[in-house]
């Protein structure tokens, strides 16, 4: 070996590769056997193709990387021409594999980062979304869109309380990336931000995380209370996204026939991000923070019951005709009875993002360093009007929580229907348009 | 059950509990059947009492929330009593039961706040540290405990190319909180937080990850190469922290007869917070980060050679005359034959805090939304002058890494020897300077 770099060494482990099914790019470069995931568990992986994108129905896995992007674009073919690559890329991590084949070349800039090289797949799956600003953007219409821009697709109106930051809002487009190893997920991200250049820029990013919850039971948040009892009712065992799920989940999350074509099968996505005073929280007496929530704390029933599928009973009255869950419970005020029947599907994370200098908005108006941490607000609904949008409105000006929350992201997405084989994400949009 | 909020309801588990063999705490509280980690397996749980704190020899996990706190009390006993205090509510909280024992008073605020109820242990492990603040602030002797202040709790110099954040900076107490699960490592921390209120609050905080790697692989970080690969040998598989280890990791590791009694087979820690422009590193040929490494990225083989534990070969020299790797290669700056046999055992994070506006401090001098993520760097040691300032007043001055990184954090901290079963951390100093 007379080349300090090892250049040209041929590549040792293409045999083995090759006997382990192909599911790993095989590459020669830079003096050093190549790199491979070693315990490719089939059971790590979930279907990138099918009639819904992964990651909204898929069991919620443990970590995940949130990210948008503002689109640089001057034509419309770029854009579709990244769409194909980010396609090409995130069906192929999905498994495993590195974002493209690694070459021979080192003295290019290699492929694939390299950072997830031998972890397992993790459940990985990637959620793509369109904002408004891809069919309008500061009232231009810069890729012949704005005819495709569905009614659904609103600009959210400002909510009471809201203290949005530019950095943390809005977005052309989306990519969320869940999967059961956070450098997984946060890889995922990464590659697709490489194979982006030119064309869309990071706008601004979030990680989230849930703990490793036994199945068939619901996380609890960082206020301690399990958060998601109420999501309409699917499996929530590994079934792959593509499986029939009950009725109630399809009717709120799946769009129909009343979306334009290319969105048959989306879903829209509403994301807020909600700091939480957790100090002010943690000296919260238990009996309270159970009022505010309506909820009993270690049991997830609603209040004066004991399971943690009792019905609401939000007509219940105690002895003295007031609510058992008052007026102002979250659980009330969330809840599909108190809003027509609306409902959309949450798939939350948790954040933590260390520490930060705060002033608190409610008595005893603390400042000083506090916990930047709180929940990362995902949820799915066919419309966001009649769901999202209906529900917080009133839930901004009369949530006893509020006095622990603020929201200070936000963006709304659409995501398309899932990805045939040899198709791009939204080329049913962009065939549509031409 | 008339009363709304089931006040009274007999604890309906607490035999199921008693059964269990008491590891979680019994509570009748709130309507509601108490809390219980359910799936308690034993592997899941780090030895917390010993000669050394766990958290430093431990098998590293996959989570760490870290934070530093300022001292408000005036009174030396008010820190003995809050230490009293973490030791207790630790040595539980490492068995997966709650901070403390959940009452039956919804009207107080409970003594957990909840978030890890039903979770595993995780392998939690809480480690302590002592800053120089403890000891002397602002030139003030506030506890009578100058006198025990060790030499080698310096305080750090400047170096080069430092652009640390006060926010992210010192801090006269740390506690590291490591687990497997990022919710429990997080509600460890808080509840030590609470028990903290008018005697020391909260300085600064950060999270950190790695990868789910398989046992005896060395994790990549966000830069995809290997790293920890020269730490001193150790056993890597999940041996209590009490076991006895190679002479070699204890000889880097642990205070002996050199340091204060109370420092006896404890470890002084360095943390630091570095941000790495991954965009940067990303548009970077492979080649060229591999000579900035001094290793191949993908087998983790120093440059020329083949595996990853094999010698570096700092002598060896390539046709002309030049050094295979290079004098600025981070691997040769950090070896310990380049430091005089200065060494220390790395333990350290990847941390991933979104995005942030920043501008870089390198060609092409980029402005923008980037990454906030790196490396959260931790070390142990028997000394720092001679282990990590040694080495890193160099690094700082000389590593080609040095294009990529940013330090903005930065903190040492004097972590007592371990705990003993009825006693409390740091007991042997304040017992010494009473």
């Given at each position: 070996m007379t080349c300090p770099f090892g250049h040209g060494k041929p590549p040792s482990?293409?045999?083995?590769?090759?006997?382990?099914?192909?599911?790993v790019a095989?590459?020669?470069?830079?003096?050093?056997?190549?790199?491979v995931a070693k315990t490719l568990a089939q059971s790590a992986i979930e279907p990138f193709w099918g009639p819904h994108q992964g990651g909204i129905a898929t069991h919620q896995q443990t970590h995940t990387y949130f990210a948008t992007f503002d689109l640089l674009a001057s034509q419309r073919a770029q854009i579709v021409t990244m769409l194909r690559a980010w396609t090409a890329a995130a069906a192929r991590m999905s498994t495993g594999q590195t974002a493209g084949p690694l070459g021979a070349e080192p003295a290019k800039i290699?492929?694939?980062?390299?950072?997830?090289?031998?972890?397992?797949?993790a459940r990985l799956t990637i959620t793509f979304g369109f904002g408004a600003g891809l069919f309008v953007k500061d009232g231009q219409d810069r890729y012949g869109l704005a005819a495709q821009r569905p009614a659904s697709l609103v600009d959210l109106p400002k909510f009471h309380g809201d203290q949005l930051e530019p950095a943390r809002t809005g977005?052309?487009?989306?990519?969320q990336a869940c999967a059961d190893d956070p450098q997984v997920a946060f890889h995922a991200v990464r590659e697709l931000v490489r194979l982006a250049y030119g064309v869309a820029q990071l706008r601004w990013a979030q990680s989230g995380f849930l703990p490793s919850t036994p199945p068939g039971e619901t996380p609890r948040n960082l206020m301690g209370f399990r958060?998601?009892?109420?999501?309409?009712?699917?499996?929530?065992?590994?079934?792959p996204a593509t499986a029939d799920l009950p009725r109630a989940f399809d009717r709120v999350v799946w769009v129909g026939e009343a979306g334009p074509e290319w969105m048959r099968g989306g879903s829209y996505l509403v994301a807020r991000r909600i700091r939480i005073?957790?100090?002010?929280?943690?000296?919260t007496e238990l009996d309270f923070q159970e009022e505010v929530i309506g909820r009993h704390k270690y049991s997830g029933a609603p209040l004066g019951m004991t399971g943690e599928l009792d019905d609401l009973g939000l007509e219940r009255e105690d002895g003295e005709g007031n609510p058992v869950i008052g007026e102002t419970a979250h659980v009330r005020l969330g809840s599909a009875l108190a809003n027509d029947g609306a409902q959309m599907f949450r798939r939350a994370y948790s954040y933590n993002d260390g520490a930060s200098f705060t002033a608190e908005r409610w008595p005893p108006w603390r400042q000083g360093m506090m916990y930047d941490s709180g929940l990362f607000f995902l949820c799915y609904q066919t419309d966001p009007r009649t769901s999202f949008i209906r529900m917080f409105e009133r839930m901004a000006r009369f949530d006893a929580l509020n006095q622990y929350t603020t929201h200070n992201g936000s963006a709304l997405f659409a995501c398309p229907g899932g990805i045939d084989e040899g198709t791009y994400i939204g080329q049913r949009l962009f065939e549509t348009a031409l």
């Open positions: 482990r293409r045999a083995f590769l090759g006997a382990a099914g192909g599911l095989v590459a020669g470069s830079s003096g050093a056997a190549p790199p290699a492929p694939d980062g390299g950072a997830a090289i031998g972890l397992s797949p977005g052309d487009l989306s990519v958060d998601g009892t109420n999501n309409p009712p699917h499996s929530l065992s590994d079934r005073a957790l100090e002010h929280w943690d000296r």
